[in-house]
């Protein structure tokens, strides 16, 4: 979306395509839980150009600046982000990309940015928090369309530090699944996370189309 500038200091590189020169940047697995989840194999992001996306947990925006690049100026990030001193950061970022909405509010209390937000595509979710999976369902019921998607980062020590990683991940499927979110895929995030998993699922499954 803006080439000639790093977000992150990270490393840019241009690629001569059909005669047209393109801009890369390097996406580092182990600052972005969306890029390890891609590096170990994920079988779908959800997240493509023109997709409307809203992004719990978004920091400093360093991942929310790649997805800003795979979206495109058709479509909108919409971040949210309760630490003021990573919003500064965030709205740094989102002066020089124009599909980035910074929300500097608490996701657990969605009804508080509803006036700011449309329906969207696609939830990511990485904030880390015991009720993550709370979290998520109340802004799914508040912003994501019926069959659209979600993909969560869960961090087991931060949901419970007593059971094992693969138990907290099962308990966390079963409370999404309550809530109309239907896992699809999960995947660990080593070697780049520690005890972190990535649930991949889509929101009020549409049905499918019988021949009358």
């Not at 020169?21 to 972005?32: A, D, G, I, L």
């Not at 925006?61 to 495109?72: F, L, M, P």
């Not at 649930?199 to 009020?204: Q, S």
């Amino acid at each position: 979306m803006v080439p000639g500038l790093s977000v992150y200091g990270e490393r840019r590189v241009t690629v001569t395509e059909n005669g047209v020169k393109q801009e890369y940047r390097t996406w580092n697995p182990f600052r972005s839980k969306l890029a390890a989840a891609i590096l170990g194999g994920v079988d779908q992001i959800h997240i493509k150009p023109k997709s409307k996306v809203l992004y719990l947990g978004a920091a400093s925006g360093t991942t929310v600046s790649h997805v800003s690049d795979i979206i495109g100026p058709d479509g909108l990030v919409y971040a949210v982000e309760f630490s003021h001193r990573a919003g500064r950061d965030l709205v740094n970022v989102a002066k020089k990309r124009t599909n980035i909405i910074p929300v500097l509010e608490d996701a657990r209390h969605p009804l508080k940015y509803r006036m700011l937000i449309g329906m969207v595509d696609v939830i990511f979710a990485d904030v880390a928090q015991p009720d993550q999976s709370r979290i998520v369902a109340l802004n799914a019921h508040t912003f994501l369309r019926n069959g659209g998607h979600f993909l969560i980062s869960i961090k087991a020590n931060c949901i419970d530090s007593t059971a094992s990683a693969e138990a907290v991940f099962a308990s966390e499927v079963r409370k999404l699944q309550q809530e109309n979110l239907k896992p699809q895929e999960q995947l660990t995030l080593e070697p780049y996370e520690r005890d972190h998993a990535v649930v991949v699922g889509v929101y009020r499954p549409l049905p499918k189309s019988s021949s009358k």
